[in-house]
């Protein structure tokens, strides 16, 4: 039989078609990522992770929590690692003294809480992981105030939906960082504005003076440098309409929980 | 149709429609779940153990770039990759440093976001088919049939005895090949039950929603990190599953192979007996 004769070209053709095949594969991957009606597919999946999530997990399902002995040996700080503007540098140069936090938007009573009020009030500790999109996690213990509780103390109106959160970093000019949850979210035990970190005062590069810990979700989520809580009932009136500023940038799920 | 009377050349009906249906689409979603997970990759390329893992914590596998060589470093093992993991040329001849080449992750130029949207939306595709073959599989006798493994089978003389069958190239014919061998079984069972559970629950084990809603996972597969590092492996498990698979196809006759996954009918490989019916006893009046 002519047998081999016949296998080598059909091996040559395979891996031929094979890699054809897989050119035309990327190439047609790459086209429909860019492409407006599967883009709108593939985010499709975002809203299902987010209600199948919701579905099996109670409202206040915490987050685990760690022992102090499973703490990172260095928490990798990643993003903005400094408000960096002079407004906010004259801040870290003053240890935050006229530093206040301006609660406001959709409530009753508008808050302004230096940071001494805010340590002397109820506050939670907690040591959990944080996850980055990318892949690593570290954990850390922190200490904050229970955002719930002071948007209870600020009046609340019943017509908000989100609170935003409005940081001292930029990422270009005008572009400050800022950041969004959903009330499930703001009121969940486990969600705090942080100004401790591994028992001592919350460092720079983590987001002096004040970090948001909402903690069933990844870590852009984690606004650090909060300089402004706001209550509102649309996401589309802040910047890109997206609800963060990684949403707005590079299309980031707004929902991270996972 | 009894056992006995088939031979080589028999045309037999091999794949249900379900499991051609899902044969497939699996095969296109682990395609793109795999494509999709390598570029994932590529935005932290280390793996770790534990609960936690940054980069100054200890990884046991580390795709980086140190200079102009790529490598892959396996518990302190270093070996040089340069050019296809570590670093590398894109299609416009453009040096990149990232873990995996741009020929095998979707999208082909760095998106962590873009390559998150095809993998989470995928996943579902891919846990929605899996669940439903299996309990289709399980319901029409394919499990109990033709993947339960007997008792018999579990004979290590049996199974060596296929080992060396196959490594010598020799495959059952006629009626031998119309059930799976215990080696397929084997696989397939271990793809089905073992690899692509463990897939998709060390999937949800990274996400930090689910591990307020079901602790469990993270008892389960050690911490995230370790769940991260199942994950890949797992995923390395599929794709050597795949080069055996297609290997397999190649040697086993890719045309009627390929066939009785679309259609459903197989042959029964080996040499076809001439017809005898023309050799009629001499002297016998025809």
């Known amino acids: ?258 | 149709m009894e056992q006995a009377e088939l031979k080589p050349g028999d045309v037999i009906k091999r794949h249900r429609l379900s499991t051609r249906i899902w044969h497939w689409t699996n095969a296109l979603t682990m395609l793109v779940m795999l494509m999709s997970g390598l570029m994932i990759f590529n935005a932290h390329s280390r793996l770790y153990w534990g609960d936690y893992g940054a980069n100054d914590d200890k990884a046991w596998l580390v795709i980086d770039d140190a200079g102009d060589t790529g490598f892959i470093e396996i518990a302190g093992v270093r070996v040089q990759t340069t050019g296809v993991l570590g670093i590398w040329k894109d299609s416009e001849g453009e040096v990149k440093r990232r873990a995996f080449p741009y020929w095998i992750t979707i999208p082909s130029g760095y998106d962590l976001q873009a390559a998150r949207r095809w993998h989470f939306t995928f996943a579902w595709i891919l846990a929605v088919a899996l669940t439903l073959y299996m309990l289709r599989s399980v319901w029409n006798g394919h499990v109990i049939r033709d993947l339960h493994i007997r008792k018999w089978e579990w004979s290590p003389r049996h199974i060596w005895h296929d080992i060396t069958q196959h490594a010598r190239l020799r495959f059952p014919t006629g009626a031998a090949a119309k059930d799976y061998n215990i080696l397929q079984k084997i696989s397939y069972i271990g793809v089905i039950f073992i690899l692509l559970p463990l897939i998709i629950f060390t999937g949800l084990t990274m996400s930090p929603a689910m591990n307020a809603a079901w602790p469990w996972l993270l008892d389960l597969f050690g911490g995230r990190q370790s769940a991260r590092s199942l994950h890949f492996i797992a995923a390395l498990g599929l794709v050597a599953f795949f080069f055996v698979h297609i290997m397999m196809v190649l040697l086993a006759g890719p045309i009627n192979e390929v066939r009785s996954m679309i259609t459903g009918k197989y042959t029964l490989p080996g040499k076809v007996e001439p017809d005898l019916e023309p050799e009629l006893p001499k002297g016998e009046p025809a």
């Not at chain 1, 091996?11 to 054809?20: S, Y």
């Not at chain 1, 987010?50 to 987050?63: E, F, H, N, P, Y």
């Not at chain 1, 009020?117 to 229970?146: F, N, Y």
Request: hydrophobic fraction near 40%.
């Open chain 1, 1 to 258: 039989m002519t047998n081999s004769k016949l296998v080598v070209p059909r091996r040559k053709f395979l891996t031929g078609a094979a890699l054809g095949g897989s050119g035309l594969l990327l190439a047609g991957c790459d086209a429909l990522t860019e492409n407006a009606g599967f883009r709108s597919f593939l985010r499709s999946g975002e809203a299902l992770n987010k209600g199948a999530q919701r579905l099996i997990m109670d409202r206040s399902a915490l987050a685990p929590e760690f022992s102090a002995a499973d703490i990172s040996p260095i928490f990798k700080a990643n993003g903005s690692v400094s408000g960096d503007t002079p407004a906010y540098n004259a801040h870290v140069a003053n240890k935050f003294a006229d530093w206040q936090l301006r609660i406001d938007g959709m409530v009753r009573n508008p808050l302004s809480l230096d940071l001494a009020q805010l340590m002397k009030m109820p506050s939670r500790e907690q040591i959990t992981r944080h996850d980055c999109v990318e892949g690593w996690s570290a954990i850390g213990k922190w200490r904050g105030t229970p955002l719930g509780m002071l948007l209870k103390q600020a009046g609340l109106s019943t017509k908000a939906r989100y609170i935003v959160f409005h940081c001292a970093d930029q990422w270009g000019p005008g572009v400050p960082y800022y950041e969004s949850v959903d009330l499930i979210d703001a009121f969940h035990p486990q969600t705090i504005l942080a100004w401790s970190m591994n028992d001592g005062v919350l460092p720079v590069r983590h987001g002096a003076p004040l970090r948001l810990r909402v903690e069933r979700q990844l870590g852009y989520k984690q606004a650090k440098y909060v300089m402004r809580v706001e209550a509102t009932d649309d996401l589309k009136k802040f910047y890109g309409g997206n609800g963060g500023y990684w949403e707005d940038a590079h299309d980031y799920d707004w929902y991270a929980g996972i």
